[in-house]
């Protein structure tokens, strides 16, 4: 699987080369012009809110090159992001897989009408099929179903995957999976508790 | 295209009238059900949203404002008063103003100028809820529904109408948010689906953008409303975890603009129901 991943990712490098002409030919807006019209949509928004939609460099690259990075700007990118990554100080990463379930199902948090105090969720199933007895998942990203099993729970894998959900595109740039330690969505310990949730043998995810 | 779209228009109502049709008589189901959905269209007994294309008319012909006029010399692009048509083609340029307006947009302009209308109450009630009406939805069910079974013809004459295609791509792949999402992160891949929710490929010319953009406004079931795409617009901008977005401001026009670009040539059904 992953190895798969990577192959993608470098298909999607090599893709990126050719269709970069054809990208640049129909971006001709001034990123100005741009930013004015995103004041015109969110401007009357709370300062806190305002902060969230400007780009940071990774956003502003993906948007630039629509997901598919020259490989210069790839790299780029990775290193930028796995320097953001917080690993526990505690040296463990796996967590409660009961907890990491109930994240994973829950994809509550961060809409502007969402309450700021409740528990917010991973939203994992939006996007990844894991527990095989959940039918309701989707396929933006690929299935986790075994992921602990297939990777005959290895301690580096262990330690990638709380690497991937802190900040995916450390591992994979422009990924459409967010970054979801890095902007602090979900906390340490919640995302020690997805961990297990992929790696602990008991969990639904590897039976 | 045509069969393609009313499977999946057919998958909705099946789900609303049924809740479901056991495979073997699937075959049989989906003419006669094709058979039905489109009666249920055009029925203004079966479909809900008939009750907000009658609203919105009594408005078109209601005198208000300071002027006490009704919106019947309104232009909205193919002259004045003139409705048949004028939705396929919106949004585009309008010279009296100097901008490129879609429908709300252009409904407000006419408030405004026409009847001096003060529109800050027609605003605040956008997006009807229960026990709420809303004008705007209610004029553009009206409004739309004379441009049923015509196909969109997107506005890309007039240099504005260019650059805010432009813009609107622009807007479309940019980046940004807690959760790093654009609309190209659920809009622009083949065969997506978030949790069971299939999702339409809007970044590209093709069916999936006309069938979409040609079922809008819509009446959602799960909303009891008939919204624009005003409201899908902001919806998606809600998931996405992007503040709450300006009703009728230029960046949701661009956003519309392209879209309707991508979707040029397709027919248009509306109001249309969806889940």
């Known amino acids: ?93 796996l967590g409660d897989w009961k907890s990491g379930e109930k994240i994973a199902q829950s994809g ?11 528990e917010v969720g991973g939203n994992c199933y939006a996007c990844h099929q894991l527990s095989k007895k959940e039918l309701s998942f989707g396929t933006m990203g690929p299935s986790l179903v075994e992921y602990g099993k297939i990777r005959k729970y290895k301690d580096e894998d262990v330690k990638a995957a709380f690497i991937k959900i802190y900040n995916a595109q450390a591992v994979f740039p422009c990924s459409n999976m967010p970054r979801l330690g890095h902007s602090k969505h979900l906390n340490e310990q919640q995302i020690k508790d997805l961990v297990a949730l992929l790696f602990d043998p008991e969990s639904p995810v590897n039976k | 295209m045509r069969a393609s779209r009313l499977l999946s228009l057919l998958a909705v109502a099946m789900g609303i009238l049924w809740g479901g049709v056991p495979a073997a008589h699937a075959q049989d189901a989906t003419e006669k059900e094709i058979e039905r959905y489109r009666e249920m269209l055009s029925d203004p007994f079966s479909n809900p949203a008939f009750l907000f294309v009658d609203r919105g008319e009594a408005l078109w012909k209601l005198a208000r404002g300071e002027k006490n006029v009704s919106l019947e010399t309104c232009d909205l692009g193919e002259g004045p008063g003139k409705l048949e048509g004028a939705f396929a083609k919106l949004p585009r340029y309008f010279t009296d103003a100097d901008r490129v307006m879609d429908l709300e947009q252009r409904l407000l ?29 209610d004029l553009v069910a009206f409004i739309a529904n004379k441009s049923s079974g015509l196909k969109i013809e997107a506005q890309q004459n007039h240099p504005k109408e260019q650059e805010m295609a432009a813009l609107g791509e622009a807007l479309f792949y940019r980046r940004g948010g807690q959760w790093d999402f654009s609309c190209a992160t659920c809009h622009e891949a083949e065969g997506q689906r978030i949790r069971l929710q299939g999702l339409p490929v809007l970044s ?38 992007w503040p709450d977005a300006a009703y009728g401001s230029d960046g949701i026009t661009a956003l519309t603009v392209y879209l309707q670009k991508n979707a040029n040539g397709g027919e248009i059904q509306v109001p249309s129901i969806k889940r």
Not at chain 1, 4 to 30: E, N, R, Y
Not at chain 1, 110 to 116: I, N, V
């Open chain 1, 1 to 93: 699987m992953r190895t798969l991943i990577h192959s993608a990712a470098a298909a999607l490098f090599a893709v990126a080369a050719f269709t970069l002409p054809a990208v640049a030919q129909s971006a001709k807006v001034d990123p100005a012009v741009v930013e004015k019209a995103v004041t015109g949509m969110f401007g009357h928004a709370p300062a806190a809110w305002q902060e969230k939609i400007v780009q940071d460099e990774t956003q502003k690259a993906c948007s630039l090159h629509r997901n598919a990075p020259p490989a210069d700007v790839a790299k780029a990118i990775s290193a930028r992001e796995e320097k953001n990554v917080v690993l526990p100080a505690d040296g463990k990463f």
């Open chain 1, 108 to 118: 509550y948090g961060g809409r502007h009408t969402d309450d700021p105090k409740r």
């Open chain 2, 109 to 137: 302009w006419c408030m405004e100028k026409i009847q001096a209308l003060d529109t800050r109450d027609i605003v605040k009630r956008k997006f009807g809820r229960p026990g709420v009406t809303s004008d705007m939805q």
């Open chain 2, 204 to 241: 590209k010319p093709g069916k999936a953008a006309q069938s979409t953009m040609g079922t809008w406004p819509t009446y959602r079931v799960s909303q009891s409303q008939v919204r624009t795409m005003q409201h899908r617009l902001w919806d998606c901008y809600w998931q996405m975890r």
